[in-house]
């Protein structure tokens, strides 16, 4: 069983940055594709990016490409979400999730989830 936390959300201003991080309880975490995820009030989880175990590969979501990044620290078992040029329309709470081979957009194939960390951008 992989346990996941986020951190790091918050409430920022428009135009603003955050780095959300996702931190594994599994010690196996480098074989582990991960992909961050939001879900805004009254809408579908959706996705926002993801990253493969050696983090040779990513992928985002259009809304997210240019101002989000993506990135692992397999020695530290930690996932990042870097997001710049925050929008009013990022708000949502974010989640992480884990799973030991898919790394793909689709939020039904991941299998470990976190709890989510909200993140409020006011305009």
């Known amino acids: 069983q992989v346990q996941l936390v986020e951190s790091g959300g918050g409430l920022v201003q428009a135009g603003d940055s955050l780095r959300l991080s996702c931190v594994a309880s599994e010690r196996t975490f480098s074989s582990y594709a991960m992909g961050w995820f939001r879900q805004a009030p009254g809408k579908e989880r959706e996705f926002v990016a993801s990253?493969?175990?050696?983090?040779?590969?990513?992928s985002y979501a259009d809304s997210g490409k240019g101002r989000f990044a993506i990135s692992r620290d397999n020695t530290k078992n930690t996932v990042y979400l870097q997001m710049n040029s925050l929008k009013p329309e990022d708000t949502a709470v974010y989640y992480c999730a884990a799973d030991s081979w898919y790394s793909g957009a689709r939020a039904s194939m991941y299998r470990y989830w976190g709890q989510g960390t909200q993140v409020t951008v006011s305009s």
């Open positions: 990253i493969n175990w050696s983090g040779g590969s990513t």
